[in-house]
């Protein structure tokens, strides 16, 4: 009998564990414009995130979604979800076609 050797991908995307509504929720969240200047709640969340490595109300994030969440933080009103969920899907299929 031959052993068969099954390698798992591994796909690296914390919004995995994350209901769509909570998705929605983060997202709306980041968006709004309240605090100093033109930046507000969710670049807050965006810059705590990058120093803690974790999001708020979900797992712990790696290095990549550290400095997306960093460069989110610096541009005012944008919702740093959006984009690691787009850079999520891209690396995903990255691993899947290797």
């Known amino acids: ?3 068969q050797n099954t390698v798992e991908q591994a796909s ?6 994350l209901s769509k509504t909570s998705i929605i929720l983060r997202t709306i969240l980041e968006s709004i414009p309240f605090g100093l200047g033109p930046y507000g709640i969710g670049d807050l969340i965006s810059l705590y995130e990058g120093v ?3 999001m708020i109300f979900g797992p712990k994030i790696d ?3 550290r400095i997306i969440s960093f460069i989110a ?3 005012p009103l944008v919702p ?3 984009f690691r969920l ?10 899947r076609s290797s």
């Open 52 to 54: 803690k490595g974790k």
């Open 73 to 75: 933080a610096l541009i």
């Open 63 to 65: 290095t990549v979604d």
């Open 1 to 3: 009998m031959e052993k």
């Open 80 to 82: 740093a979800t959006p």
């Open 12 to 17: 690296y995307n914390p919004y995995d564990k």
């Open 86 to 95: 787009f850079v999520a899907n891209l690396r995903g299929k990255i691993t």
